[in-house]
């Protein structure tokens, strides 16, 4: 069943209206302006549709919520299935802790629509030059991002965070990404906080996954190069440095490629001219057809088995808690289907025609016993990329972890780099 608004013109108050209020219930804090949920100071990484529903009913708590008002409110008014909804007020549920059979802080109101009945109070979020204590403390970075979203040629919806000052530096999506959880993980906080020192640190959130939209027609490598394009458009940039790391060399050279005027400095980590189904093996294929495979069945589920997998392949010498903080990044980041599709696409990437076009200055850095990537991709790109500087890192880890054996050389060589 399909569910359509026909009150298109109706529109709910603007997020802009509350955006400096925060919502306080149970042990939670919604802030509006940040667009977090916190669970006793801790982040819990929403999809943006699940966000902006909460928000609907935590504003609206005085009475029931109709579907129809939803739909407006979050899809302004495009059809939307019955499924979809339902998946979505399911999830919002288990954000907060709830269920469809406890309903403590949503109730569903038969023939209705739903309503939050939790006890809720307001604060005053604290303004940029200072202001009134939060009600709550929280854990903040001394670093503060700042979420924007912009709109990819398609019409696709894309997050994307500044922090920092100093000359930009623009990091490329890779594999599952999420700008806000990104943000305070062991995995990818030590490197972010590091850049953000010392530059303009601009980075976002691909299609279909993180907080940019997720139900969206194309995911390709074309797609990813336009979610890069939207963001330098909408940021102002005209002149940055572009970090590329694993799926997002590939992504990062055809940018490059095609703008080579805005791109001062090219650094590329961990990449692949290639997917797996390009490589001309059969057994490349064979594998990234097991793995879809594998995403497909058993990404969803609560046994974080199936995407061990990955964090295997991606982090094999990380600790216990950088493991969990991984695991728990790829389910909450995109759905099953949409891994699945983004996987694919990495998977037909094939840029090695852009190679020798590239004429920017450029670093790759490859660890030498990467599980995720062979260190003969690195060769690949730094051989067909002219005047390209290749560096060769102790470790195994796809995604460089602070205190890993070529962790401090990667930084000195990005940094040294970045500053000719």
């Given amino acids: 069943m399909l569910l359509r608004n026909p009150r298109l013109s109706l529109r709910t108050a603007a997020v802009r209206d509350w955006a400096d209020v925060q919502f306080l219930f149970d042990d939670h804090v919604l802030d509006v302006e940040r667009r977090e949920l916190r669970r006793a100071g801790r982040l819990i990484a929403m999809e943006p549709q699940v966000f902006d529903l909460l928000v609907h009913l935590v504003r609206n708590r005085e009475r029931v919520v109709s579907k129809d008002d939803l739909i407006e409110a979050v899809w302004h008014g495009r059809v939307v299935s019955e499924s979809t909804l339902t998946s979505r007020i399911n999830a919002v549920r288990k954000a907060v802790g709830d269920s469809g059979e406890a309903q403590r802080l949503i109730r569903t109101v038969q023939r209705k629509g739903i309503r939050f009945v939790g006890a809720v109070s307001e604060a005053i979020a604290p303004c940029e030059a ?47 990404n999420h700008l806000e959880y990104d943000w305070e993980s062991p995995i990818w906080s030590p490197l972010l906080h590091e850049l953000a020192a010392a530059h303009r640190l601009i980075r976002y959130d691909a299609r279909g996954n993180g907080l940019s939209d997720w139900e969206v027609d194309d995911i390709s490598s074309e797609a990813f190069v336009r979610d890069l394009e939207s963001v330098v458009e909408a940021t102002g940039i005209q002149r940055f440095a572009l970090l590329g790391i694993s799926q997002g060399c590939a992504v990062s050279i055809a940018y490059a490629v095609r703008h080579p005027e805005r791109v001062s400095h090219l650094v590329l980590y961990g990449g692949f001219a290639r997917g797996k189904r390009k490589r001309g093996s059969p057994q490349d294929i064979e594998q990234a057809d097991a793995v879809l495979t594998l995403i497909r069945q058993g990404w969803g589920q609560e046994n974080p088995a199936f995407r061990q997998i990955f964090t295997s392949l991606f982090i094999p010498g990380a600790t216990a808690e950088q493991v969990q903080w991984f695991n728990e990044l790829q389910q909450r980041t995109t759905s099953p289907e949409n891994a699945a599709r983004i996987r694919r696409a990495v998977d037909d990437i094939d840029v090695t025609d852009l190679l020798a076009r590239v004429a920017v200055p450029t670093l790759v850095l490859h660890c030498r016993s990467d599980a995720g990537q062979p260190f003969e991709e690195g060769r690949t790109l730094a051989a067909g990329i002219r005047g390209a500087r290749f560096v060769a890192l102790e470790g195994h880890n796809h995604v460089i972890l602070e205190g890993d054996p070529g962790w401090r050389r990667f930084l000195d060589e990005v940094k040294s780099f970045l500053q000719r």
């Fill in 130 to 176: 200072g202001g009134a204590a939060k009600a709550e403390p929280s854990r903040v970075p001394a670093l503060r991002h700042e979420i924007h979203f912009c709109t990819a040629s398609d019409g696709v919806r894309i997050a994307y965070a500044e922090v920092g000052t100093g000359p930009p530096l623009l990091k490329a999506a890779n594999w599952l």
